[in-house]
């Protein structure tokens, strides 16, 4: 999905004329935490409530305050997971979406952002959760693919993160059914650290914990 695609035209934009107490009533009906400035439907750049809260006074334009602005925006072509990123590095409620010409086209809203987010992951499809922790030399998607499927059922979405201290992987698998404690048990089989899951057999986790724990301590 484009970021074109996710644009919202409802949320108001700045003129460098625009007074600070009209920005500031703007950003509190729209509660937002920013909103664009352009000039000429050029792109300016993002005013926020914090330094238009610091303005010696809430008559002068906002002109004033351009040193501030916030060069935040993503192109019109980008994958929409530009435009989270955008958010979370910048830290705001808006993300302006601009054309080749720096025309700013719309803004991209966090409520909009986090709706797109959970159709790309699957969030709307019922089915179980596996989370995985593995050394990242392990990570194999296609044997993850296997033994999934080895149990008739299909991968809706993966997901992988790396933790900053340890460097291990951690991997999430969102599946198509919520009857998961037989691939639970396969990916145990195959030696697989299974942090936790989510489904039909929710109240089995303990069980298997303890078991694992009993192996362990046969083991040694």
Same mark, same amino acid.
């Given at each position: 999905? #484009? @970021? ?9 934009? #700045?003129?460098?004329? &625009? ?7 703007? *950003? ?13 439907? /050029? ?21 004033? +305050?351009?040193?501030?602005?916030l060069?935040?925006?993503?192109n ?5 997971? !530009? ?7 910048? &830290?705001?409620?808006?993300?302006p979406?601009? !054309? ?13 952002l ?11 499809? /019922?089915?179980?959760? /596996?989370? +995985? ?6 990570f ?6 296997? /033994? ?11 997901? @992988? @993160? ?9 991997? @999430?698998?969102? +599946? !198509? ?16 650290? *299974?942090l ?10 303990? *069980? ?7 192996? !362990?301590?046969?083991? *040694?």
């Amino acid at each position: 999905m #484009l @970021t074109i695609e996710l644009i919202n035209n409802n949320i108001p934009r #700045l003129q460098l004329q &625009d007074s600070v107490s009209k920005a500031l009533q703007l *950003i509190s009906d729209f509660r937002v935490t920013h909103l664009p400035v352009i000039s000429e439907d /050029i792109y300016l750049g993002l005013i926020s409530e914090e330094d238009l809260l610091d303005a010696e006074s809430e008559k002068e334009p906002i002109e004033s +305050l351009q040193a501030h602005f916030l060069h935040a925006s993503v192109n019109e072509n980008e994958h929409f997971l !530009n435009a989270v990123n955008c958010s979370n590095q910048f &830290d705001t409620t808006v993300v302006p979406v601009i !054309n080749e010409e720096k025309e700013l086209m719309g803004v991209i809203t966090t409520p909009e952002l986090l709706k797109a987010l959970g159709g790309f992951s699957g969030a709307s499809e /019922i089915g179980g959760i /596996i989370v +995985l922790e593995m050394e990242r030399i392990r990570f194999s998607i296609s044997e993850i693919s296997r /033994i999934v499927e080895s149990n008739d059922a299909t991968i809706l979405h993966l997901n @992988t @993160t790396v933790h900053p201290e340890t460097g291990m992987l951690t991997v @999430t698998i969102h +599946l !198509n059914k919520k009857e998961i404690a037989a691939i639970v048990a396969t990916f145990e089989r195959y030696d697989y650290d *299974i942090l936790y899951y989510f489904g039909n057999e929710n109240f089995e986790n303990e *069980i298997h914990s303890n078991y694992r724990h009993l192996m !362990n301590y046969l083991d *040694i």
